[in-house]
Every structure is written in structure tokens, then in C-alpha cells.
């Protein structure tokens, strides 16, 4: 397993945000976290990489416990993609760059280089390359957010909300590239989405969360008209369709 | 992952080459204009006489006298301390993630300027002899130093406190500083209704930030305190790069975020402190210089930070000089020139935006 969860759980004050969380990721998988807001997706994303420090439970990244390495040897095995990407002031390929943090001591290495250039090309990302991030619409800094991650060189990958600020074409892309990342290299990832219909397309396996407990856990089967009344309060019915299955709200 | 097959484009060397030479270029001017500062005053110094008595040639006592024991230490002074607080300034900037980070607008110059006369009016250890250039003697710089430091922690402390309150913004953080500095003002003053004339004039004359005042030992406790705190920074880079990603995605990349925050504030407060300790009040470099080198060298800080070493140390031996020059025989203290120049470079400096 890339990565092993059992029994976390997190509060904010005294307000409990995950209760009992227990799950696991295989190689070359995408999970896809769904729930209502405020369930704790995002809050469980920054549990898995130490931004956030359980109050109880572990997480196990290549049957390594987390919260017994350095941030910087997490940093190696774990890659970020925040909901909200902060504009600085630096070139697309900078920012990149900053991904080879966790793998730099005093400066960056020809190998550092090299390696960004290439997730720049297998992004297609050339012409944003020299480019500053402060002049870039939300949909391009979310790529370059991935990239970053990609060059980390992580075994897993967390994407928050990652097509929150894209258009459809580049929803696709953006997924489409993650998949592809999890295909061909040994890696897996996790997500948290909104579009129920996104996520069908694109992930394994989903987990959906309800009141800061699993609600149902499994394939696209578990997506069903019954299991999103329980989860989001909201009728829908399931279509069948060529690509797949698609949920229709009930108006 | 594999992902080796990629190539270096030349367009990124270029772009880096571009502020490899800008620096060497500040590197390259800085050397000048040491020359030029040292040349200039009373008693004129050809330039190349200036190089060739530097490099241990003796050509006139009188010269060999000015050089070594006034002029090359005070140039060197002004140096290390443009660097050092220019660098201090474009660390808390980092760090706070704040345009208006520097030891002059987060208080901890009034705070070290407190510590400083707290350690002459109440411990005695500094008095003022005669008028002049060596008008304060300190009897004992390094507890003043000390002292001062002391009072610099405290000021930081009450930031980073701040900080942790939920909700506190880089602004509040910013006003903190401004009432940290009021406060600390207020201290000053309020010590300084109590002390002798002597006292009173040591503390007043000591504000006056000046790079004339250290000596040799002085200026070499300086440099080794800015070299080490400077590399200390330049060593941390990328943590800095990261954190102006956002704390989210500087935590995702490994950086304990907290830590880099308190012990940068540390440290550049340590560097602060030491400066001011010696030389007195020397305002706007720490928060000038970071902008000046941002518009020409960007806010990557692996060139960020060189950039705006040798800019501060630039701007403070340019200002040193000017001020030993433009009321000559009359020597103005640095920092009253800096004062009248800072403000309205930095108003400049925002109406004119990036060149990149």
C-alpha cells in the first residue's frame, strides 16, 4: 500500500472534524474524497501531509509513519496541491523549481533543472515557462501547482479541489495529467472534488464522508441515487451513459 | 518518477546569467566607489594612491594614517552596515510576508535604541567626553550591545505573539511594530526626562546613527555577525521562496514554516541589534534596499538576498560619503542623510514599479 490511515482522528478547539478515519491507497490509484463542506476533506488531505497533527490514529506513506520522519523526508514521498494557489512573484519555472525543495541543500542541481524542464514539456506548458506567476489566471497557477508537485518526485500525491478554478477544457487537461502521472510512474493519488461527475470520469475508488465519518467507501458503484441523498441531502438519479456513469440532479 | 530527459533552456541561463551580473556589476561598483569614499574628505587622497597604500605600498605617513585609522574603517563600516541591515530588512520582509518588514518599522530599532539607553542611563555604561566626532566613548559597547539585543527580543517577541493570535494579518502585525515602537519610544524618553546632562546628551547623541563611530574590533564583530547571519539567510532561500508561495504549500514542501519564522526573526533581530547597538539609529536602509533590488533583480531570493547585501552596502557607503562631504569640514551623521533620502527613494521606488 502507498498509503495506510487507521483510526485518525482531528479536532479544531473542540470542535471534532474527523472521527475514526481508516482507509488505504494502493499504487497506481486515484481516490477521490466526496462529501458535503465542512466535512473534513481538505482537513484530511492536510492531516496525510502533516500540515494538520492528528489528535489520534496514524498515517502510513509506504508503511512509514508520518509523524516519525522529518518535514522534508514527507516532503519526499508526499506532494501538495492546495485548493488556493498564492501568486508570488517569481517565473512559472522558478515555481516549479520550488518543488525540488525537499531535495536541495544549498542550490539546485543540473538534475533539478533538467527535471523541470521535462514536466514543463509533458505539461505542455512551454510558453508559460518564463512567464510570472503574478500575471496568470487561476487555471494556469493550478497547473503550475501540479507541476511543482510532480517535480517533488512523490510516491503520493494530494490534490485539493484541484479543478476548482478551471475551465472545462482545462479540467480535463489538469486530470487527464494526473492520471497520466499515475499511470505511467509509481504513484497514487488522492482528491477531494465537488463534481461528482468529474470525479467518476477520472478516479478508482472514492470515499464519502459524511457528518466527519466514512460514509461508504469503494468503486463507482458505491455511487448511487441512495448513497448521495444520505451524503449530500439532494435527489439525483444515476444515468448510465457509454462513458460511464453520470449523476443527474432530480429538479 | 523518471523525469531526466529534460534539457536546461538557454532562455532560463540567460535570465539567471542576467542577475548573476547585476550582482557582480554591485559587486564591481561597490569596490569603486570604496575607493572614491575613501579618497574624498579634508584632506585628498588620489584613488590610485588610495589602491596603492591599501595594498600595503607606503607612500605618505599622513595618508597611511587617514587611510588605515579614519577613512578605510569607517567605508568598511558603512558597508557592513548597509549589508547588514538591508539584509535583516528583506528577511522579515520574507518572513512576514510583508513589503513593510524592516528593524525600523517593526520597532526593534526603537527597542535596541531603548535597550541602549537603559544600558548608558541605568547601568552607567556609556558617557560623553567632549564635542566631536568621538564624542561618546561607551565603556562597555558589548553590554550595551547585550542590552539592546535584550530589548530587540522583547520587541520580537510581542510581534511572533501577535502573530499566533487567530486572525492576525501581516497589517496588524505592521501596527504591532508601529506600537511596539511607540511604546519603546515612550521608554526612551521617559528615561531620559530622568537622566543628567551627560547622560541625556550620550543617549540623544547616541540616535544619531553614525558608521564613524566603531573602531577596528568593532567593525570586525560586525562583519563576523553579518557574515554569519547573512549566510544563515542565503542558506535558507528557498525556504523563503516557499513561504512566499503561501505556508500551505511551503509546508508541502517539507519547510517547518514556524521555525523558519522565529528563528529568522531571531536572527535578523540579533543582526539588527548589533548594528544599532554600535553605530546608533540608522533608519530605511532595512526596508529600502529590499525594494530597490526587487525592481532591478526580482523575488527570487536566491538572488534576492546577495542583491540586497550589496545594495545596502552600496546605498550606506554612498549616503556615509555624501554626508562627509555635503557640509564639509562639518561630518553629518549618516543617518540624518538617510532619513532625508529614504522617504521620498521609497516613494519613488513604489510609483515606478518593476523593470524585472
Not at chain 1, 502510513?60 to 506532494?79: T, Y
Not at chain 1, 475551465?167 to 482528491?191: F, G, P, W, Y
Not at chain 2, 553590554?143 to 539592546?148: E, G, K, L, Q, Y
Not at chain 2, 545596502?312 to 533620502?341: Q, Y
Amino acid at each position: 500500500m502507498i498509503l495506510t490511515i487507521n483510526g485518525v482522528e482531528f479536532q479544531y478547539n473542540s470542535r471534532k472534524v474527523l472521527e475514526d478515519i481508516s482507509f488505504a491507497v494502493r499504487p497506481n490509484e486515484v481516490l477521490t474524497i466526496l462529501g458535503p463542506n465542512g466535512v473534513g476533506k481538505t482537513t484530511l488531505l492536510k492531516c496525510i501531509n502533516r500540515i494538520h497533527h492528528p489528535k489520534a490514529g496514524s498515517i502510513l506513506v509506504e508503511n512509514e509513519d508520518i509523524m516519525k520522519v522529518s518535514l522534508p523526508e514527507v516532503a519526499k514521498k508526499v506532494g501538495y496541491v492546495p485548493q488556493h494557489c498564492e501568486k508570488g512573484r517569481l517565473t512559472a519555472y522558478d515555481a516549479i523549481l520550488l518543488g525540488r525543495r525537499p531535495h536541495i541543500t544549498w542550490n539546485t542541481s543540473e538534475k533539478d533543472l533538467k527535471m523541470v524542464e521535462a514536466v514543463i514539456r509533458r505539461l505542455h506548458m512551454q510558453d508559460l515557462a518564463m512567464r510570472y506567476i503574478d500575471e496568470m489566471s487561476g487555471g494556469e497557477l493550478q497547473k503550475i501547482s501540479i507541476a511543482r508537485a510532480i517535480v517533488q518526485e512523490p510516491k503520493l500525491l494530494l490534490l485539493d479541489e484541484p479543478t476548482s478554478s478551471l475551465d472545462l477544457k482545462n479540467q480535463q487537461e489538469i486530470l487527464r495529467i494526473v492520471c497520466e502521472v499515475v499511470r505511467t510512474h509509481k504513484v497514487s493519488a488522492v482528491m477531494t472534488m465537488h463534481d461528482i461527475n468529474t470525479a467518476l470520469r477520472f478516479s478508482d475508488r472514492f470515499l464519502l464522508l459524511k457528518d466527519n465519518v466514512i460514509f461508504a467507501t469503494g468503486g463507482p458503484e458505491i455511487i448511487t441515487p441512495e448513497t448521495i441523498y444520505e451524503v449530500y441531502d439532494v435527489e439525483v438519479e444515476v444515468e448510465m451513459l457509454k462513458s460511464g456513469p453520470v449523476v443527474v440532479p432530480i429538479c | 518518477m523518471h523525469l531526466n530527459d529534460g534539457e536546461i533552456p538557454a532562455e532560463y541561463l540567460k535570465y539567471t546569467g542576467r542577475k548573476i551580473s547585476l550582482i557582480l556589476t554591485g559587486i564591481a561598483l561597490l569596490f569603486v566607489l570604496l575607493v572614491y569614499s575613501i579618497s574624498v574628505g579634508a584632506v585628498g587622497i588620489p584613488p590610485l594612491e588610495v589602491l596603492q597604500t591599501l595594498i600595503g605600498q607606503h607612500l605618505s605617513a599622513q595618508w597611511q594614517t587617514i587611510i588605515w585609522n579614519i577613512r578605510l574603517p569607517q567605508a568598511l563600516t558603512a558597508i557592513v552596515a548597509g549589508a547588514g541591515l538591508a539584509v535583516a530588512g528583506v528577511a522579515m520582509q520574507s518572513i512576514l510576508r510583508n513589503p513593510l518588514g524592516s528593524p525600523y518599522t517593526l520597532g526593534i530599532s526603537n527597542a535596541a535604541a531603548f535597550g541602549a539607553a537603559f544600558s548608558v542611563i541605568v547601568l552607567g555604561t556609556g558617557t560623553m567626553h567632549s564635542s566631536g566626532a568621538d564624542a561618546i566613548v561607551l565603556n562597555n559597547p558589548y553590554i550595551t550591545t547585550i542590552v539592546a539585543f535584550i530589548f530587540c527580543l522583547i520587541a520580537t517577541a510581542i510581534i511572533l505573539l501577535i502573530s499566533k493570535l487567530r486572525g492576525a494579518s501581516p497589517e496588524v502585525m505592521v501596527l504591532a511594530g508601529i506600537a511596539i515602537g511607540s511604546l519603546f519610544t515612550a521608554g526612551t524618553m521617559f528615561l531620559q526626562y530622568f537622566a543628567d546632562d551627560v547622560q541625556l546628551a550620550a543617549v540623544v547623541f547616541w540616535t544619531f546613527g553614525d558608521v564613524g563611530r566603531a573602531d577596528w574590533s568593532e567593525l570586525i564583530f560586525m562583519a563576523v555577525v553579518t557574515a554569519a547571519c547573512s549566510l544563515y539567510f542565503l542558506y535558507n532561500s528557498w525556504n523563503y521562496n516557499a513561504i512566499d508561495a503561501g505556508d500551505e504549500t511551503a509546508k508541502g514542501l517539507g519547510v517547518n514554516v514556524e521555525r523558519i519564522r522565529l528563528v529568522g526573526m531571531v536572527v535578523s533581530s540579533f543582526l539588527s541589534a548589533v548594528i544599532i547597538s554600535f553605530l546608533g539609529v540608522i533608519g530605511f536602509v532595512g526596508l529600502v534596499c529590499p525594494h530597490m533590488t526587487r525592481r532591478l533583480i526580482g523575488d527570487d531570493h536566491r538572488f534576492l538576498i546577495p542583491g540586497t547585501i550589496i545594495t545596502g552596502a552600496l546605498l550606506l557607503l554612498a549616503a556615509d560619503t555624501a554626508a562627509r562631504l555635503i557640509l564639509a569640514p562639518h561630518i553629518l551623521p549618516v543617518a540624518i542623510l538617510m532619513a532625508f533620502l529614504g522617504a521620498p527613494v521609497f516613494i519613488y521606488l513604489l510609483l515606478r514599479g518593476y523593470s524585472r
